[in-house]
């Protein structure tokens, strides 16, 4: 019987080439021993010596020779997925203990030193090396960091909205929070806003928006600059001098890529980044390098992606998501409008949609008249929270009803709005144009 598999071997440093950032927590459990051929173990050694967090592909690749170049690109040829490397790895290091054991067998029986015993021993001392018992220490101590933790504050992420916050606690880390909504009601000012309230860095994939447009909504929202005026290219000397002073801030807290489109090299920069939270405007327009059969598939697997990211770099991941569109638009939507939903549905620690009744109904609502639906909580309670949309900020607020006011009979009142933050625009923008 063959205790060795090339194909395998081709399979563990092709997925490790190309997933590294996902399954780097477990090449420690591989050594170059437990190759069986020559070239794979030569270009595993290349990764496990590389020392780096975030490894450079063909970097490695251009300091193996020729033939062990061949070898990675073989492996990396029949690579589709890394959801099998634990598999793989599983597989690997049974076949490299069986080749111990045999070889250690037959070393005892041509010495003619054969015992029950000594075959017991040589067992015994091979299960006690065998990385599965790694995955038991591993579940023992984060039982005891689970009971050390218990008088320890969680970390936690804010979204600025206090109604929400005090309900939910704050938004869990790791988690991943699906923020659905219909065009043009406000999802990237909404992932704004949340983004704009952290005090660490985040990372925002703008799929649809350059960086600019990106940094434009931002500086409208937090400095109350009309919004129109950037597209107007009417913004004074006065603007710009605030402007410049407040991307001073944001360099060092908020990193916008607007061309990156792929979960993969998601995966890469925040593993580089180690960001507190991360932003996707929006999960329908990534794509992956892993093959599928369908659209619906893909979106699958990259809503699995993100899952696993939030957990492996210990963040909130904010998925914005298109809605599809139903018959009735005027009545608020839930997360089984999530488009090509299911996994999106399924993978979201919050589920939470937006709403804009004005976008669809003009006549009897008005542009300013918004709500969050948190439809899914895993952690806890859901609920209606009503938001003001202040458009030419950019800016939702939350809003005040008469329900939230005590001994009020009025309760069915339109909402009364009341900004977060004390409201006026600062002193400089009060007239308008600086």
Wanted: glycine share 8%.
């Amino acid at each position: 019987m063959q205790h060795y598999s090339q194909e395998l071997e081709l399979s563990v440093i092709g997925v490790i080439a190309v997933y590294y950032a996902d399954v780097r927590q477990y090449i420690g459990l591989l050594q170059p021993e437990d190759f069986y051929f020559d070239l794979p173990r030569a270009v595993f050694s290349a990764y496990s010596s590389a020392q780096s967090g975030d490894i450079d592909i063909w970097l490695v690749a251009s300091k193996l020779t020729q033939e062990q170049s061949d070898c990675l690109k073989q492996g990396i040829a029949i690579v589709y997925t890394s959801a099998n490397f634990p598999a793989y790895v599983s597989e690997l290091k049974a076949l490299s203990q069986a080749r111990r054991l045999t070889a250690a067998a037959t070393a005892m029986i041509s010495g003619g030193e054969v015992s029950l015993d000594k075959l017991k021993k040589l067992v015994q001392d091979e299960e006690s090396n065998n990385f599965s018992l790694s995955y038991k220490d591993k579940a023992m101590r984060s039982i005891d960091d689970h009971v050390a933790g218990l008088g320890v504050k969680p970390k936690r992420i804010y979204t600025g909205l206090s109604k929400l916050d005090k309900m939910s606690g704050g938004i869990r880390v790791p988690s991943v929070f699906m923020v659905g909504a219909y065009p043009s009601v406000g999802k990237t000012a909404f992932a704004l806003n949340i983004a704009a309230n952290q005090d660490k860095p985040v990372v925002f994939f703008s799929l649809e928006m350059s960086g600019g447009m990106i940094y434009e909504r931002l500086e409208s929202a937090e400095l109350k600059i009309d919004y129109g005026l950037f597209s107007a290219w009417e913004l004074g000397a006065g603007y710009k001098s605030v402007i410049t002073e407040y991307a001073k801030d944001l360099k060092n807290r908020v990193y916008c890529f607007d061309d990156v489109y792929h979960v993969e090299q998601h995966g890469g920069i925040i593993a580089s980044i180690k960001p507190a939270a991360v932003f996707v405007d929006y999960v329908q327009k990534v794509r992956t390098h892993v093959k599928t059969d369908s659209r619906r598939a893909e979106i699958d697997y990259i809503s699995g992606m993100y899952k696993r990211f939030a957990k492996d770099y210990d963040c909130v991941i904010f998925l914005l998501s298109q809605l599809a569109r139903g018959s009735n638009n005027n009545n608020a939507p839930t997360m089984s409008s999530l488009k090509e939903s299911g996994a999106l549905e399924a993978d979201g620690d919050y589920v939470g949609i937006l709403h804009r009744p004005y976008v669809f109904d003009k006549k009897n609502h008005g542009p300013e008249e918004a709500v969050l639906l948190l439809d899914k909580n895993k952690f806890g309670e859901t609920g209606v929270f009503n938001l003001h949309f202040e458009g030419r900020y950019q800016k939702f607020y939350e809003a005040e009803t008469s329900a939230d006011k005590p001994n009020n009979k009025n309760s069915n009142k339109a909402p009364v709005f009341t900004r977060l933050e004390g409201g006026a625009p600062p002193p400089q923008f009060a007239q308008g144009r600086l």
